[in-house]
Antibody, heavy 122, light 111 residues
């Protein structure tokens, strides 16, 4: 069974940083890119970026470039999302998902983590 | 690039059919067949319903179908059931920046 297990709820103060993890199991982690998606309270899904499972390649959405850092450790089958200089507006659920594709580009997201709630408040 | 455009809400009665539209541009929906749809129930993670415009993953009911015409993709749900009540999101690969876009989401109410 394919699973993406994310780390638990985080509560932080403005200005702090945090790192969310997403551990894959039930498949060959190194064969699938991981994407990160944000969902602010009561809002829709926002594509943040994508990372190769080796951690060697990342592509960020312009909306998140410079605000977040994606990384991955293939030997641990784990991807990470680091959020820096947190603000109240970073309060959201963050999802990781596995990208699957048949050609050399594109694709869709077939398995999702359960989401990590990040709450930022003074 | 802006998010793809979806109606905020649609509704239907059990047994009826509904269609949710998703409008993009020539740079996304009309350029690649990587259009997908996701279902999200409250408090749950999104679930892949349709990929590559009209394909269904294993285990997804045949009541869900996808199509595309020009810059607009559509999700049709036939034989509505109460458990279909959820939020639905379209997504398209863009080949640009950002690489993928989501629609704003559509809340389906089954009356």
């Amino acid at each position: 069974e394919v699973l993406l297990e994310q780390s638990g709820t985080e509560v932080r103060k403005p200005g702090e940083s945090l790192k969310i993890s997403c551990k894959g199991s039930g498949y060959t982690f190194g064969s699938y890119w991981i994407v990160w998606v944000r969902q602010m309270p009561g809002k829709g899904l926002e594509w943040m970026g994508i990372i190769h499972p080796s951690g060697s390649i990342t592509r960020y959405s312009p909306s998140f470039e410079g605000q977040v850092t994606m990384s991955a450790v293939g030997s641990l089958s784990t991807a990470y999302l680091q959020l820096n200089s947190l603000e109240a507006s970073d309060t959201a659920i963050y999802y990781c998902a596995r990208r699957v594709y048949s050609g050399d580009r594109g694709g869709e997201f077939d398995y999702w983590g359960q989401g990590t709630l990040v709450a930022v408040s003074s | 690039q802006s998010a793809l455009t979806q109606p905020a809400s649609v509704s239907g009665s059990p047994g009826q059919s509904i269609t949710i539209s998703c409008t993009g541009s020539s740079r996304d929906i009309n350029s690649y067949h990587y259009v997908s749809w996701y279902q999200q129930h409250p408090g749950k993670a999104p679930k892949l319903l349709i990929y590559e415009v009209s394909s269904r993953p294993s285990g997804v009911s045949s009541r869900f179908s996808g199509s595309r015409s020009g810059n607009t993709a559509s999700l049709t749900i036939s034989g509505l059931q109460t458990e279909d009540e959820a939020d639905y999101y379209c997504s398209s690969y863009t080949g640009g920046s950002p690489l993928w876009l989501f629609g704003g989401g559509t809340k389906l109410t089954v009356l």
